[in-house]
């Protein structure tokens, strides 16, 4: 029985790129996220290739089978034809049906949570733009906290983009287009003026976002005209900032520079649920709950201190979770 508290199925997996994927290697995703549980890391890279060929054996549509970065591989599915391809396998989903608030211990049958983290209330607490499905607030979260769970390292940090700042207006429609990913060509200013650097090593920008977000949210992303041809990974800057001009946002002229007003967006958590290899919820004593499970951004513990794919750890600890509980 799938309960999906949504008027829609997919979750932010629907919103997404559909990019599935990992770091080549168990030591570039350490490198990566020095922070993240090594059991689950190396659970992602071990695991992550079968379960792409499960998917492709559903019949869920693949767009590419590579990541075009060198870092990284993996697919990019067709978010729309993968979310249709995964109902049609569940049988019934049941839509605008939360989990229930309580859980009752010891569990009669199995339950794995997937509810998506808690990227709504951290964006409210902080002051940041949402930039994921609507209903993911945290439920499975606390349920499991209720219950006993432990949690892991990062719960203050996020996966997220540069977003066109208000007054600026965009959707789910805009969500991949309108991200501004040209921090590396800006100077980048928080609202003071004072100077965010940029690690060159920072590749997704991920660790740029979570630095705007500790100031405050808010900042300007100042560009030379020489570098309006660069590309990005959605067009030219150029066309990154033409998009912010017709969603209303702010573009000043400073000096012949390009100042652009952008606002940290929150797309999903780092931090989570403890979980091990199986997917199975630890208490706060290190041991498994019976019953429990918690996949994709539920379970914590994979990327704390970085970034990677939420959809990775999705497909990987979901199907872990299923085989575990199955048997
Ligand atoms: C614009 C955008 C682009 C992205 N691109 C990529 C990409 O290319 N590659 C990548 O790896 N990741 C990407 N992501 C991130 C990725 O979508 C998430 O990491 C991933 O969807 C997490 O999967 P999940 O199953 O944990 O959560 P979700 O996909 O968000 O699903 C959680 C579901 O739980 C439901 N729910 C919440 N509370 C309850 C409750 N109490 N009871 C029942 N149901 C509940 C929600 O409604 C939702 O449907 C992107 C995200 C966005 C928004």
């Keep these: 029985m799938v309960l999906e508290k949504g008027e829609r199925p997919g979750g932010s997996m629907l919103l997404s790129s559909g990019v599935v994927w990992r770091y080549r290697t168990l030591d ?16 992602i890279i071990e695991s992550l290739d079968d379960a792409l060929g499960w998917l492709d ?10 990541t075009r970065n060198p870092r990284t591989f993996g697919w990019r599915f067709d978010p729309r034809g993968l979310t249709d391809t995964l109902v049609r396998a569940a049988g019934a989903v049941q839509t605008g049906r ?8 010891p569990l009669e049958e199995p339950l794995i949570l997937a509810t998506g983290g808690f990227p709504v209330r951290l964006a409210r607490e902080g002051g940041l733009a949402i930039r994921s499905n609507p209903w993911s607030e945290g439920d499975g979260l606390d349920l499991a906290v209720t219950a006993g769970a432990a949690t892991t390292a990062g719960m203050d940090e996020f996966y ?7 007054p600026a207006r965009w959707g789910e429609a805009e969500f991949v ?11 980048v200013l928080d609202e003071q003026g004072a100077r965010i650097p940029h690690d060159s090593d ?6 740029l976002v979570e630095e705007i977000a500790r100031r405050g949210g808010r900042a300007w992303y100042v560009v030379d005209r020489h570098d309006l041809g660069r590309e990005t990974p959605y067009g030219t800057v150029a ?12 573009v000043e002229d400073r000096n012949g520079a390009l100042a652009v007003d952008v606002i940290a967006a929150v797309t999903h958590t780092i931090g989570g649920l403890a979980i091990d290899e199986r997917a199975r919820v630890i208490d ?44």
């Excluded at 920072?202 to 660790?207: K, M």
């Design 284 to 327: 706060r004593n290190g041991v498994p709950i019976d019953g429990l499970y918690a996949a994709g951004v539920d379970a914590g513990g994979w990327s704390p201190g970085g970034y990677a794919s939420g959809l990775a750890a999705a497909l990987v600890f979901g199907l872990a979770a299923a085989e575990d509980a199955a048997r």
């Design 239 to 250: 066309q990154a900032i033409e998009r912010v001009r017709r969603s209303g946002g702010t």
């Design 98 to 105: 939360a989990l229930r608030t309580h859980l009752e211990m």
């Design 202 to 207: 920072d590749w997704s920008e991920n660790g």
């Design 28 to 43: 570039e995703f350490r490198r990566q996220c020095p922070e993240g549980d090594p059991r689950l890391q190396r659970a």
């Design 57 to 66: 054996s559903l019949g869920a549509q693949v767009l590419r089978r590579e």
């Design 160 to 166: 997220g983009r540069a977003m066109p700042a208000p």
């Design 177 to 187: 287009d309108h991200a501004q990913v040209y921090g590396r060509f800006a100077t």
